[in-house]
């Protein structure tokens, strides 16, 4: 069974020790009672979710703050992935981490309870700007965290990196990917902050004049990064993600690559056999539905071949290596150039979109404009 035929199974913890100015996940603080109750429901959510035991590969604990589970927590909830699917010994398992709710003995229980991969949001390694986000730890924390991580016996380790963050320069941008860069992670993610329309970093920065440096700037910022960690020895292999030879993150390389996958939790979602579903949103709803015996899917739909072939198409082109044509009309029937080719070609001729062969990609310049290319297919 090829990689991408088996499942990845995601599982959402939405408990946080604070809530970040800038977030807009489904998630609330901690409360050690309805984290109890929550991982009760999750490990019965599973169990009942594997009839026929079906394959999976990946398990991905996100959030949230996933390392604000107990380390028998992660084992009771692996353990109960295990038992409802065929999960391959060469499992990638990841939980990601906020450096301030590690020491090296609670990394070593995630580790000894079958978790292999950890994602720290380390979002900057300058002290100013992790404080303009509100987040709890220091640039001096998530350094120690990672030694922890590998003292622990990781040897899979990716860092989440924030740019364009309010005040931050390009060169500012660069010492944090150049810090990083200096812990030798396995993987990295860049993401651009978005500032969705009610965010308190809105009024943050309004009240103490922040602003955030031109959109010049912040294409300057993501193609220096990506140039730097190339000459460091990482692969580009997506839009916002790097990794050493290797390590690419084989959960994540589901979404894109047009891959099947189970959410488990409130507000997760899934995708499998052509059908999309997402879990109610609310946690003591969660809860209580599952307790009761009831299902917790909502807004549960058949997607047609169109928007099979459009989301294909459209996370395809994320990764550096694109989309396979021939792959795609295999699967969907459907020709792709004769279908998009007309409105494709003013990309091809701006030099942004690459088409030799059955393949169809986006270089780095034209990932900055990605959207408009991928408004083509939906
Ligand atoms: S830690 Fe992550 S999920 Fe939690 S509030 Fe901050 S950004 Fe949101």
Same mark, same amino acid.
């Given at each position: 069974?090829?990689?991408?035929?088996?499942?990845?199974?995601?599982?959402?913890?939405?408990?946080?020790?604070?809530?970040?100015?800038?977030?807009?996940?489904?998630?609330?603080?901690?409360?050690?009672?309805?984290?109890?109750?929550?991982?009760?429901?999750?490990?019965?959510?599973?169990?009942?979710?594997?009839?026929?035991?079906?394959?999976?590969?990946?398990?991905?604990?996100?959030?949230?703050?996933?390392?604000? /589970?107990?380390?028998?927590?992660?084992?009771?909830?692996?353990?109960?992935?295990?038992?409802?699917?065929?999960?391959?010994?060469?499992?990638?398992?990841?939980?990601?981490?906020?450096?301030?709710?590690?020491?090296?003995?609670?990394?070593?229980?995630?580790?000894?309870?079958?978790?292999?991969?950890?994602?720290?949001?380390?979002?900057?390694?300058?002290?100013?700007? /992790?404080?303009?986000?509100?987040?709890? %730890?220091?640039?001096?924390?998530?350094?120690?965290?990672?030694?922890?991580?590998?003292?622990?016996?990781?040897?899979?380790?990716?860092?989440?990196?924030?740019?364009?963050?309010?005040?931050?320069?390009?060169?500012?941008?660069?010492?944090?990917?150049?810090?990083?860069?200096? *812990?030798?992670?396995? %993987?990295?993610?860049?993401?651009?902050?978005?500032?969705?329309?009610?965010?308190?970093?809105?009024?943050?920065?309004?009240?103490?004049?922040?602003?955030?440096?031109?959109?010049?700037?912040?294409?300057?910022?993501?193609?220096?990064?990506?140039?730097?960690?190339?000459?460091?020895?990482?692969?580009?292999?997506?839009?916002?993600?790097?990794?050493?030879?290797?390590?690419?993150?084989?959960?994540?390389?589901?979404?894109?690559?047009?891959?099947?996958?189970?959410?488990?939790?409130?507000?997760?979602?899934?995708?499998?056999? &052509?059908?999309?579903?997402?879990?109610?949103?609310?946690?003591?709803?969660?809860?209580?539905?599952?307790?009761?015996?009831?299902?917790?899917?909502?807004?549960?739909?058949?997607?047609?071949?169109?928007?099979?072939?459009?989301?294909? *198409?459209?996370?395809?082109?994320?990764?550096?290596?694109?989309?396979?044509?021939?792959?795609?009309?295999?699967?969907? &029937?459907?020709?792709?150039?004769?279908?998009?080719?007309?409105?494709?070609?003013?990309?091809?001729?701006?030099?942004?979109? %690459?088409?030799?062969?059955?393949?169809?990609? /986006?270089?780095?310049?034209?990932?900055?404009?990605? %959207?408009?290319?991928?408004?083509?297919?939906?």
């Amino acid at each position: 069974m090829t990689q991408s035929a088996r499942l990845g199974l995601y599982l959402h913890i939405p408990f946080c020790s604070a809530i970040c100015n800038y977030c807009n996940f489904n998630r609330g603080l901690f409360d050690a009672d309805l984290k109890a109750r929550y991982v009760d429901a999750l490990v019965r959510e599973i169990a009942r979710a594997g009839e026929g035991r079906p394959a999976a590969d990946t398990i991905y604990f996100g959030g949230g703050t996933p390392s604000l /589970l107990d380390p028998p927590d992660v084992a009771r909830i692996v353990a109960a992935c295990g038992e409802a699917f065929d999960v391959a010994a060469d499992r990638e398992v990841t939980l990601e981490a906020n450096p301030e709710t590690v020491t090296v003995e609670r990394l070593a229980g995630f580790r000894d309870a079958g978790v292999n991969r950890l994602s720290f949001g380390v979002q900057s390694f300058r002290d100013e700007e /992790l404080r303009r986000l509100s987040r709890l %730890h220091s640039a001096d924390r998530a350094r120690s965290a990672v030694r922890e991580a590998r003292a622990a016996g990781f040897d899979n380790v990716s860092l989440d990196l924030m740019m364009w963050l309010p005040e931050q320069g390009v060169d500012a941008w660069l010492e944090s990917v150049d810090a990083a860069i200096g *812990l030798g992670p396995e %993987h990295l993610s860049l993401y651009l902050l978005e500032i969705y329309p009610n965010a308190p970093l809105k009024e943050d920065m309004a009240r103490s004049r922040w602003s955030q440096a031109p959109d010049e700037d912040a294409a300057a910022m993501y193609l220096t990064a990506m140039e730097r960690l190339e000459r460091a020895g990482y692969e580009q292999y997506e839009i916002s993600n790097v990794a050493r030879p290797g390590r690419r993150s084989r959960h994540n390389l589901k979404y894109w690559i047009d891959g099947e996958w189970l959410g488990f939790g409130c507000g997760a979602h899934s995708t499998r056999g &052509g059908v999309r579903w997402k879990n109610v949103a609310s946690t003591e709803d969660y809860v209580a539905r599952v307790s009761r015996g009831e299902g917790v899917a909502i807004e549960a739909r058949r997607l047609t071949l169109d928007e099979r072939l459009g989301d294909a *198409l459209f996370t395809g082109l994320r990764l550096a290596e694109g989309v396979d044509l021939d792959a795609v009309r295999t699967r969907y &029937g459907v020709d792709v150039w004769a279908r998009y080719g007309t409105e494709l070609q003013r990309f091809l001729e701006a030099g942004w979109l %690459h088409h030799e062969g059955p393949r169809l990609w /986006l270089d780095r310049q034209g990932m900055l404009l990605a %959207h408009e290319v991928m408004t083509v297919f939906v």
